[in-house]
Structure formats: C-alpha cells, structure tokens
C-alpha cells in the first residue's frame, strides 16, 4: 500500500514568512492532492497535480510534483493567520475510472499574528 | 453550488446504540466515500461506492456497514458503537478525472 510522509509534523511561523511543507511517497504517485482541514471540520481542496514537474498557484500558495512523482511540497509565500489549519497530502491510486485517496498525517501550521 | 452535504454536524450517540450518519451529493459522481479521522490523525478510508458496488478495506470492523440507495446519497451505519467509535466522519464524492470533494464531516461522541 502507498504511504505518505509529510513534514515537518507541525509549524509555528510569524504573520509574513514564508513556509514550505513536504510531502514524500513511497511509490510513483498517480496523483497528489493537497487539502486543508481546520479543526473539526471537513477537508477543503487547495490543487491536484498529477505531471512530474508540474507546479500550480493559487493566491499565495504553491505547490509542486517532481519529476520523479515522488515527492511533493505547498509553499505559503507571505503567511497570514487565516492560512493556519492542517495539511493533508493525499496519493491517489486511481487509474482512468476512478481511485481512492491515501492520506500523509498532515502538518498542523500556526501563523502568529 | 455542486458539493456534499453531510448530516448532522455533530452525533452524541449512546454505547452500543446504532447510529446512522448521513451524506448526499450533488456532483453526480458515481464513486463515493466514507472516512474516519481520529484525533490528530489522518483520515482512514473505510469503504467506498463504485455505483452499486460496495467495497471494504480490509480493516474495517464489522461493525460498520454503508448503504447506498441511489448516486445521491450515501449513509454509514454503525451498528454497535463503542468508545473507540468517537472520530469524525468524514463523506466523498469523486470521478475520474475530477478529484475529490469532502463533506464537512459529522463528529461522532459516544457516551
């Protein structure tokens, strides 16, 4: 079975940095899919990718594949307390029908104001 | 807007009392998914819906089953809940090619 291992395991960053996170697979992955999930709530998509090298923006966070689909990292560029949460990566297994997801154990971030 | 709807937010449930949780989608896919994430831990999938076609991962306890009456909706019955069954619950729709699109999940507290 695919296993994801993310880090670090938690992040305490001031309002402004930047930050990355990491997201490493044992097996080429199909597809890797990053989520957002605030306590005790459900789990918002930020981007799929699914390309080696593929890379996608979306306002201040970024997220990018290897070549090798592999490994993936979501870097925050000027952080702000409303991207505070947990980061889950997720591989799916799936090929042209549909797949399932397997999730890494998610990175919990905290931006001081 | 197309999404999944789950319901309700939150379950208490009494020990070993079934309890059915519900979710419905209006994307229209025809896969769809049933999470337990426990705290701080990652969401653990627990069988999912090809259409009709219902298939357990191999761990989940027997304890847990799932009914799919049509494409829109989908429910996770738990037939005897124990301690070990508070977690939230968490519901997904999903297609080739379209990703994943999760509900706001149920929290489930077992007294």
């Known amino acids: 079975s695919q296993e994801l291992e993310q880090s670090p395991q938690s992040l305490i960053v001031q309002e402004g940095k930047n930050l990355t996170i990491n997201c490493t697979s044992s097996?080429?992955?199909?597809?890797l899919y990053w989520y957002k999930q605030k306590y005790g709530e459900g789990l918002i998509f930020l981007m799929m990718?699914?390309?080696?090298?593929e890379e996608k923006s979306h306002e201040k966070i970024t997220a990018k594949l290897d070549e090798k689909k592999q490994q993936s990292s979501l870097h925050i560029t000027a952080s702000q307390p409303s991207h505070a949460g947990i980061y889950l990566c997720?591989?799916?297994?799936?090929?042209?029908?549909?797949?399932?997801?397997?999730f890494g154990q998610g990175t919990i971030l905290t931006v001081h104001p | 807007d197309a999404m999944v709807i789950q319901n309700p937010r939150y379950q208490v449930t009494q020990f070993g009392k079934p309890v059915t949780l519900s979710c419905s989608q209006t994307l229209n896919h025809n896969v769809m998914y049933w999470y337990q994430q426990k705290s701080s831990q990652a969401p653990k999938l627990l069988f999912h819906y090809y259409d009709k076609d219902f298939n357990n991962e191999a761990d989940t306890p027997d304890n847990f089953q799932s009914r799919r009456p049509n494409t829109s909706f989908c429910f996770l019955d738990i037939r005897s809940p124990g301690l070990g069954d508070a977690a939230m619950y968490l519901c997904a729709a999903g297609q080739g090619g379209y990703g994943y699109t999760f509900g706001s999940g149920t929290r489930l507290t077992v007294v």
């Open positions: 097996k080429t992955l199909y597809g």
């Open positions: 990718l699914q390309k080696g090298g």
């Open positions: 997720g591989a799916d297994s799936g090929g042209t029908s549909y797949g399932k997801l397997t």
